[in-house]
């Protein structure tokens, strides 16, 4: 059972791991063991989530999401299959906390009463420039 705060709790069957070989350096060990650890968990099937929490997760996480609903996290930080595997249940605590968090409604400002004037002010400023410009009356 992973437990992410006092109101998620995600069952350990809901999560599917793989292990692949890890890409980049690592000598002869790398092409001998699977340290690369790969978890897949279908967003849309989980119990454990709320819908609005779901709903945020989908925006904040497209690229990791897949059509069929499931988001999948990988790690390949560590050159052992254990620490990358807590690795990836750390990134996944972190998406969902993330998630967890509603954002604050944006409250419309509206420019001050100083501001508004200085507009003005300068509008009627250009204005006089533009209505010097021309020409010079002859007599």
């Given amino acids: 059972m992973l437990e992410i705060n006092s109101q998620i709790r995600i ?7 793989t292990f692949v070989r890890s890409g980049g350096p690592g000598g002869q060990n ?9 978890v897949r968990w279908n967003l849309a099937a989980s119990p454990s989530v709320p819908e ?6 989908r925006m904040q996480q497209r690229n990791r999401i897949t059509t069929e609903g499931d988001l999948i996290i990988t790690s390949q ?7 990358n595997k807590q690795d990836c ?6 998406i969902i906390l993330q998630a967890f968090i509603t954002p604050k409604p944006r409250k419309p400002s509206k420019p001050s009463h100083a501001s508004r004037e ?3 002010q300068v509008k009627r ?3 006089q420039v533009k209505k010097t410009r021309g020409r010079v009356p002859e007599e």
């Fill in 11 to 17: 069952a350990d069957t809901e999560l599917q791991w």
């Fill in 30 to 38: 790398v092409n001998k063991v699977a340290s690369k650890a790969v």
């Fill in 52 to 57: 609005d929490v779901k709903a945020r997760m």
């Fill in 77 to 83: 930080r560590y050159r052992d299959q254990e620490r």
């Fill in 89 to 94: 249940l750390e990134k996944f605590r972190d």
């Fill in 118 to 120: 200085r507009r003005l």
């Fill in 125 to 127: 400023r250009r204005s």
